[in-house]
């Protein structure tokens, strides 16, 4: 069974553009989750969704939005990219919206410059 | 404000040593504590915590939660370099995982 998988696994982007990120949970997994990692810190909790619908949002601006497809896959998109949004961006796939052992993966390495 | 804090957050040991990781947490609506090994990108899971006093165990893995005093420890006995890694706590809230800075371990041969 393929484990969670994202794309692009790297990236690199201007100040001000757009970026659209992708994630594919793991087969039967409809809860899928984003998360913000910055260097030398935890992951921090962006979006969840589960069955196409947002379940929570974390304290990111407007710029970051997200959503999920009829066959759970999932997209994360951030408008007017700043410096400040390098960082390893992580998907997360569990089984129900309770969040019971949530599976990442490899991850996209976003450098604005 | 919640927050989980981890303890140490970097530590270098060699091979055959004994380790405990710390993890405490001050965190409304809480359902369990996870830990989490980060190698290079995807932290890849190792315990979920639900219940106080009850010791999880792999092999040379252990962790126990403590929800009184609102802690977690993680052990690892004779250790081996590919230990190596950064050990992250979380605890799983409602919709999310708070997470922990990290313990960066590294085990010299």
């Known amino acids: 069974d393929a484990g969670v998988t994202q794309s692009p696994t790297h990236l690199i982007k201007t100040r001000g553009q757009h970026v659209t990120l992708r994630c594919s949970p793991i087969?039967?997994?409809?809860?899928v989750s984003w998360y913000q990692q910055v260097l030398g810190q935890g992951p921090q909790f962006i979006f969840q969704y589960y069955e196409k619908e947002e379940r929570g949002r974390g304290n990111f601006p407007d710029r970051f939005s997200a959503r999920q497809f009829p066959n759970y896959s999932s997209e994360l998109n951030v408008n007017a990219l700043l410096l400040g949004d390098s960082a390893l961006y992580l998907c997360?796939?569990?089984?129900?919206?309770?969040?019971?052992?949530?599976?990442f993966g490899q991850g996209t390495r976003l450098t604005v410059v | 404000e919640d927050k989980v804090v981890q303890s140490p957050l970097s530590l270098v040991v060699h091979e055959g040593d004994t380790v405990t990781l710390n993890c405490s947490y001050e965190v409304t609506n809480f359902r369990s504590l996870l830990w989490y090994k980060q190698e290079k990108k995807a932290p890849t899971f190792l315990f979920m915590l639900t219940s106080s006093g009850i010791e999880k165990k792999s092999g040379r893995l252990s962790s126990i939660l403590d929800k009184k005093e609102l802690f977690s420890i993680l052990n690892i006995t004779a250790t081996q370099t590919g230990d190596s890694a950064i050990y992250l706590c979380?605890?799983?809230?409602?919709?999310?995982?708070?997470f922990g800075a990290g313990t960066r371990l590294t085990v010299k041969p």
């Open positions: 997360a796939s569990s089984s129900t919206d309770m969040n019971t052992e949530a599976f």
């Open positions: 087969s039967g997994h409809k809860s």
């Open positions: 979380a605890v799983l809230r409602f919709n999310d995982m708070r």
